[in-house]
């Protein structure tokens, strides 16, 4: 057991934060909370004063086969695949080490190389390796020649049979989510917009609704949630309606509109439909186009007066988006977009939990939950900055981290 004593608390649900808290961890588990709490005689005593323990983050969209560069203006070159291939020989060590660094314990992967992300993933949850938690979509559906295919992939024929899964038939796409259901994967991914990010110009193929609604369909049928990648107002109020259970995105660059319609914020209410935005990929682009964010904030504002689930999803991988680092800079986002510290917080816990359907487990620091944790220096509660601080790390109730000082 592992007693972690006098710590500031800010349990992940939105609550006001408690100080000279305690929290028992039993195995895997927490066996107890609050100011107060006892603890048995032989436990493991931790004094955190002076730190505040939080829930373990969650980043719910990364892409671990993209890049680990935190400049967004640097320019690649033949060389830079080499760093990529020197971290994939080694199970992405780096990118495993920067979430768990950061206080990152579980991400959803957004669409990667499969199956070596379930691999990854499977090893990880049995303890070989450490790192996040994944949850993994497996590959990406997309149109023929559609986003990612036919734009970042575009040429990269291992890459495009790897990680996507081009599909114009309603009937193939549905055998291809079976297949990918009975191979393990925890969700699935589609893409519904003929954004090219790179190329606002020429646009890319987009999925037929059709083939969309067959995905979002089968895979339901298949006991898995779907989550779509959107530009706009309309491929997202079509989305929603063909089921999905979490809208990516929502606003790519080149879109006019910088709000949703009444209509299509009621039905996200009515369907319980998430929306993961990603402003740090906004964030990243804006020297390529620089009314991207502005618009992406204006959107999340928008939605969290309304009331729709905003959980944090960074698009790590993008460059300048780093895995692990850009889960802080997501909650800062969100506390210029009109984010109270807390709320932001809880927009990388408890709502990033429900999110990726783990709120059973995850995102908040309750009794039974996992013991994934964070112990940071200052007052996230005051200042969400202070979260960058990471002093300790407990994952699934093991220590995984722990620095110098405390």
Do not use: C
Not at 96 to 117: C, F, K, Q, W
Not at 120 to 141: M, N, T
Not at 264 to 292: E, N
Not at 365 to 383: H, I, N, Q, R, T
């Amino acid at each position: 057991m592992i007693a972690l004593v006098h710590a500031r608390l800010i349990d992940g649900t939105g609550a006001d934060a408690v100080d000279d808290a305690t929290v028992l961890v039993d195995g895997n588990r927490i066996a107890a909370v609050g100011q107060g709490a006892g603890y048995p005689k032989g436990a493991r005593v931790v004094d955190l004063s002076g730190l505040t323990v939080l829930p373990g983050l969650i980043d719910a969209h990364v892409h671990f086969g993209g890049f680990v560069v935190d400049d967004p203006n640097r320019t690649f070159s033949y060389w830079s695949v080499f760093p990529f291939f020197f971290d994939f020989a080694r199970n992405f060590r780096k990118r495993r080490m920067l979430a768990v660094e950061h206080g990152v314990t579980t991400v959803r992967s957004a669409g990667d190389n499969y199956p070596h992300i379930l691999e990854l993933r499977d090893r990880i949850a049995s303890g070989k390796l450490v790192g996040p938690r994944i949850v993994a979509a497996g590959p990406i559906f997309t149109a023929p020649g559609g986003h990612p295919a036919g734009t970042i992939y575009k040429k990269n024929r291992y890459v495009i049979d790897h990680a996507t899964r081009q599909v114009d038939d309603a009937v193939a796409a549905r055998a291809e989510v079976r297949s990918l259901a009975d191979r393990g994967v925890d969700a699935i991914k589609a893409i519904y917009s003929s954004v090219n990010p790179f190329d606002l110009d020429h646009p890319v193929p987009k999925l037929r609704l059709p083939v969309l609604e067959a995905i979002a369909e089968e895979a339901h049928a298949q006991g898995l949630p779907v989550m779509v990648h959107t530009g706009d107002p309309d491929d997202t109020f079509a989305a929603v309606q063909a089921g999905a259970d979490t809208i990516e995105h929502g606003i790519l660059p080149g879109t006019q509109s910088a709000e949703f319609p009444s209509e299509l914020v009621d039905l996200m209410l009515d369907r319980g439909t998430h929306f993961v935005p990603t402003l740090s990929a906004a964030w990243a682009m804006q020297r390529m186009h620089p009314g991207t964010l502005g618009q992406s904030m204006r959107l999340v504002a928008q939605l969290h007066r309304a009331g729709v689930p905003v959980a944090v999803g960074t698009d790590a991988g993008a460059p300048g988006v780093v895995i692990g680092k850009a889960a802080h800079r997501e909650m800062a986002l969100l506390t210029e977009a009109g984010f109270s510290p807390l709320e932001a917080i809880r927009a990388a816990t408890q709502t990033a939990a429900e999110t990726l359907g783990r709120a059973h487990d995850l995102g908040t620091v309750e009794v039974g939950k996992l013991a994934d944790l964070v112990a940071v220096g200052g007052d996230p509660s005051a200042d969400v900055s202070a979260a960058r601080e990471v002093r300790w790390v407990i994952k699934d109730g093991a220590i995984v981290l722990r620095r110098l000082g405390r």
